[in-house]
């Protein structure tokens, strides 16, 4: 896909709404030491947002959830949503990058949304697979009911492999982290920008090449890397789902939003 110069690009938001602390090394590397600290882990959604249209990328989890996995939940994400001045109730489209419990909760805080996701993560995430507890620990039943409740009422668009869901917008499957993991890749005033997700968790993951040990298929994960940096203007167009440092890398929109959302289609500051 190239860039025209008409191309109205999107702005782009990460909005962090709850975080994980007291993390070992080895919980965000495949054979990382269990006796040296590692980075804690931030939970986003992301909005892509211009004048015609608004994307939320995955909708995050809720108060009890966070208490069964011993996450602090800072808001919800719907009112993190608010703070800018976007209505979940009125939000047409929702990507979910995947189904795991962090990424595809409160479904029902978006009313009038289609939500769009990977066939295979649907066939992953309701077929034989989940008969392994290492590999449905990340996702939670009443999730996967909700969603499947929403295929039902004829809320949800599947997608195989790569599409374009507006001039400026698509989505990728990386699987890996999951059979249908996406990543979306967004047009915006820097250039082309890749919303990882749980392609790659940290910064660490994907610039060393070390596998996060949430995985399905180690191989389709570090082939992934190259996908998401080949689909990027350069290494810092690449957002990592979970890293702590990208609130201190971007910029909030505004001095209230410190902490809260930064600005992903801005440049990366010096840290």
């Given at each position: 896909?190239?860039?025209?110069?008409?191309?109205?690009?999107?702005?782009?938001?990460?909005?962090?709404?709850?975080?994980?602390?007291?993390?070992?090394?080895?919980?965000?590397?495949?054979?990382?030491?269990?006796?040296?600290?590692?980075?804690?882990?931030?939970?986003?959604?992301?909005?892509?947002?211009?004048?015609?249209?608004?994307?939320?990328?995955?909708?995050?989890?809720?108060?009890?959830?966070?208490?069964?996995?011993?996450?602090?939940?800072?808001?919800?994400?719907?009112?993190?949503?608010?703070?800018?001045?976007?209505?979940?109730?009125?939000?047409?489209?929702?990507v979910l990058t995947h189904l795991h419990y962090d990424h595809a909760?409160?479904?029902?805080?978006?009313?009038?949304?289609?939500?769009?996701?990977?066939?295979?993560?649907?066939?992953?995430?309701?077929?034989?697979?989940?008969?392994?507890?290492?590999?449905?620990?990340?996702?939670?039943?009443?999730?996967?009911?909700?969603?499947?409740?929403?295929?039902?009422?004829?809320?949800?668009?599947?997608?195989?492999?790569?599409?374009?869901?507006?001039?400026?917008?698509?989505?990728?499957?990386?699987g890996g982290h999951t059979a249908g993991l996406q990543v979306v890749?967004?047009?915006?005033?820097?250039?082309?920008?890749?919303?990882?997700?749980?392609?790659?968790?940290?910064?660490?993951?994907?610039?060393?090449?070390?596998?996060?040990?949430?995985?399905y298929n180690v191989g389709d994960l570090l082939e992934g890397y190259?996908?998401?940096?080949?689909?990027?203007?350069?290494?810092?167009?690449?957002?990592?789902?979970?890293?702590?440092?990208?609130?201190?890398?971007?910029?909030?929109?505004?001095?209230?939003?410190?902490?809260?959302?930064?600005?992903?289609?801005?440049?990366?500051?010096?840290?």
């Amino acid at each position: 896909m190239t860039a025209q110069k008409a191309r109205e690009p999107f702005e782009l938001f990460a909005i962090r709404y709850a975080r994980h602390t007291g993390r070992k090394g080895s919980d965000n590397i495949i054979g990382g030491d269990l006796h040296e600290d590692g980075s804690d882990l931030d939970y986003f959604v992301w909005v892509a947002r211009r004048s015609d249209k608004t994307f939320v990328i995955d909708t995050g989890f809720d108060a009890p959830a966070a208490a069964r996995r011993g996450r602090d939940l800072l808001r919800k994400p719907h009112d993190g949503l608010a703070r800018l001045r976007i209505d979940a109730a009125a939000v047409e489209d929702v990507v979910l990058t995947h189904l795991h419990y962090d990424h595809a909760g409160t479904l029902s805080a978006f009313p009038r949304a289609r939500f769009h996701v990977q066939d295979a993560e649907v066939s992953y995430a309701t077929g034989r697979c989940m008969c392994h507890g290492f590999l449905r620990h990340p996702y939670d039943v009443e999730d996967v009911v909700s969603f499947v409740r929403h295929v039902y009422s004829s809320r949800v668009a599947f997608h195989d492999g790569t599409v374009e869901l507006a001039d400026g917008l698509s989505l990728h499957r990386i699987g890996g982290h999951t059979a249908g993991l996406q990543v979306v890749r967004v047009w915006t005033r820097r250039g082309w920008v890749v919303v990882a997700s749980d392609a790659s968790h940290l910064y660490l993951n994907m610039r060393s090449r070390l596998a996060f040990p949430a995985v399905y298929n180690v191989g389709d994960l570090l082939e992934g890397y190259e996908t998401i940096h080949r689909l990027a203007d350069s290494p810092d167009h690449v957002i990592p789902g979970h890293d702590p440092l990208v609130m201190h890398l971007y910029p909030p929109p505004s001095p209230d939003l410190e902490g809260i959302v930064v600005r992903l289609d801005c440049p990366p500051r010096g840290v």
